[in-house]
């Protein structure tokens, strides 16, 4: 198992729509996800207000470092500022834990590892032609 998340950084954005259930009616029992640094939580929730439907409101999937490949991800993941409930998930697991905790302390280590993988994803065949499907929407599998 490995915990090779860093797909989230960099980029620009993500609607709230796609982690407003951390911020807002949770559960039953709490509106606002435990696992969620409290401060993080206000300054997302000044951003992506409850019931808000602009498409366009976006915050950044890794706040401290939101425009750069490095270990600030797992840093975040470790102040329990990770976006999405995958994220912080990681936490969860004592073999990802670990890997976490490994790689906000030895960043040349991450490096190579993240350089590891985008090799290896990149010897990826692309299938073309009948063999293949351009997806409309990610998240969802053509009809």
């Not at 950084?9 to 606002?32: D, E, G, M, W, Y």
């Not at 350089?115 to 994803?121: E, F, I, T």
């Amino acid at each position: 198992m490995s915990c090779d998340m860093q797909e989230h950084t960099p980029s620009v954005a993500v609607t709230c729509a796609s982690f407003s259930n951390r911020l807002h009616n949770f559960n039953t029992t709490t509106s606002q996800d435990p696992s969620l640094d409290s401060l993080y939580a206000e300054q997302l929730k000044q951003q992506c207000p409850q019931g808000s439907t602009n498409p366009n409101q976006v915050v950044p999937m890794n706040p401290s470092s939101p425009t750069i490949s490095d270990v600030g991800y797992y840093r975040d993941v470790l102040a329990n500022r990770g976006l999405f409930t995958s994220d912080q998930t990681l936490l969860t697991n004592p073999q990802t834990r670990t890997e976490v905790i490994q790689n906000t302390q030895n960043p040349l280590l991450w490096g190579s590892k993240f350089a590891a993988a985008m090799v290896k994803m990149g010897q990826t065949g692309v299938l073309t032609g009948n063999a293949g499907d351009i997806r409309a929407n990610c998240r969802v599998i053509n009809s």
